[in-house]
């Protein structure tokens, strides 16, 4: 149980790793009973706001504030040290156990959601509803936020500074937007009034120039000069509203596969001590397929089986003509070494791949840097990229959303939404689930 009622305060803290600024005097109160979300995207510094409030790391301005001094403060890191023998859904549920039993005040959760099953979901929401102190949680999926918070701060990766919305993630997407027309429409009509009284200043200059008016008294042109220079001073100056550059994803099948293009008769699987089958599924040309079952069901194996990568113990596996399938793999293992861009790509000529990646919004900088040192988004930019190199036509997703921000993961619905492909997709993200628009779901 919570000990104490009290506030965690972060007043005008700043942030920098090395020339790169992270944070810029950002200030967050957490009152007693607090709930809420921290947004934006990867690299805003939200894991580094939470670290900054849990104590692990200094600001290098402003400070952080705890009333009583004894407030106790747990914090949940989004790369967890698991036991080899646990699931990674196992693992987030023993992690989250051990924090939200910890009696402490404050909850600092940085991505609680990543590896939790419908059925997790469900549990860490009502153990969130039911904690007597305060929570402050990072998370990229929609739904948990919209059932889980009362406030939302969103960083911002232009000004690295915070702005909040009250209410959950709709209310906050709605506000959004709402803000951003305000915005629009004041820079535009005060750049159309300074536009109309420079255009009239230039006339007036014009005519004087020319002798216009002659029989009245003449402007001389300082005193045209000060007089729309004083109609200019009251327009009201509005800071250009900033458009962040947005990726538009395009992903094509090479060539299409025959009406059938994957088949398990009769199929048997083996993982360890786990047996799933026997089964029988067909996946036809243009399905849009969806895999759902608790953890620990089979989902993962499922989809070895379909992309032949594990042996059936028993049955049959038949892949239809011209089908090419493609994984996007849970971990982006592919992905995680210390070799280049460049040297993943290695089957593929340099100029093609280097134009490929272009496309997906990883740079000239970008395909010499490890792979390794690449963001989640970009990772998963990378294969997709990949995906296409090969001419798949049948895209498999292992949990893609994991590890992205929402613009990625926005981004990725409509690339999806675009794509005239096969696709059989595993998501615990109720919101992506339900954008992908799934002809079919199998429950396991």
Known sequence: MSRLTGSLVAAGVSKSYGAEPVLTDVSLVVPPRARIGLVGPNGAGKSTLLRLLAG???????????????????????????????????EA????????????????????????????LAWLERALASHPGSAVVVSHDRAFLDRTVTRIVELDEWTRGATEYSGGWSEYEAERVRRRDRHHRRWEASVTERRRIEEQARRMAEWERRGYGQGRKKKKSKDVKRTYGAKLARVETVEKPYEPWELHLALAPAARSGDVVVRLEHAVVERGTFTLGPLDLEVGWGERLAIAGPNGSGKTTLLDALLGRLPLAAGSRLLGAGAVLGELEQDRAA???????????RDFEEGMARTLLAKFGLGADDVLRAASSLSPGERTRAGLALLTARGVNCLVLDEPTNHLDVKAIEELE??????????????????????????????L
């Open 93 to 120: 549920r023993a992690a989250l156990t051990a924090v939200l039993r910890g009696g402490f005040d404050v909850l600092l959760l940085d991505e609680p959601t990543n590896d939790l099953d419908f059925a997790g």
């Open 335 to 345: 992905l995680t070494g210390p070799q280049t861009l460049l040297e993943v790509f």
């Open 414 to 443: 409509r690339t999806l939404a675009g794509y005239d492909g096969t696709v059989i997709l595993v998501t615990h993200d109720r919101r992506f689930l339900e954008a992908f628009a799934a002809g079919r779901t199998i429950e």
């Open 56 to 90: 692990l790391e200094e600001p290098d301005a402003g400070r952080i504030r705890r009333t009583p001094a004894a407030l106790a403060v747990g914090y949940l890191a989004q790369e967890r040290d698991g036991a080899g023998a646990r699931s990674g859904g196992e």
